[in-house]
């Protein structure tokens, strides 16, 4: 007997976020979700606020953003929508938080 597995090809997508005067924020969470809100894979940004995402299903999709706890009281959470192709990498999804 012989069993065939073919997995699916996803797309990745990445991105920087900063704050409302532009500096990077590090520790964000960022997450992709599809547009029903089932979680479709997560990052932490980095101290330059770099992110990246692989492995995310073709299609249309939200980026969501939480600030770091150390700035949430200042910070709101942000989400925006985008389109991930399959064995592509989305890029240049900028994002930025907003002061409460």
């Known amino acids: 007997m012989q069993v065939i597995v073919e997995l699916e090809q996803g797309g990745s997508i990445e991105g920087t976020i900063d704050d409302d ?3 990077p ?28 995402i692989d492995g995310v299903p073709e299609g249309d999709v939200r980026v969501v953003a939480e600030p770091p706890a150390a700035l949430s009281a200042l910070l709101a959470p942000i989400e925006e929508r985008s389109d991930v ?7 240049e999804v900028r994002l930025r938080f907003e002061r409460r």
């Not at 590090?26 to 980095?46: H, N, Q, Y």
């Not at 192709?85 to 890029?91: A, H, I, N, P, Y």
């Open 25 to 52: 924020v590090a520790g964000a969470l960022i997450e992709v979700r599809s547009l029903s809100g089932t979680v479709l894979g997560e990052a932490r940004s980095d101290a330059r606020g770099r992110w990246r």
């Open 21 to 23: 005067i532009g500096d």
């Open 85 to 91: 192709l399959r064995g592509e990498v989305t890029t």
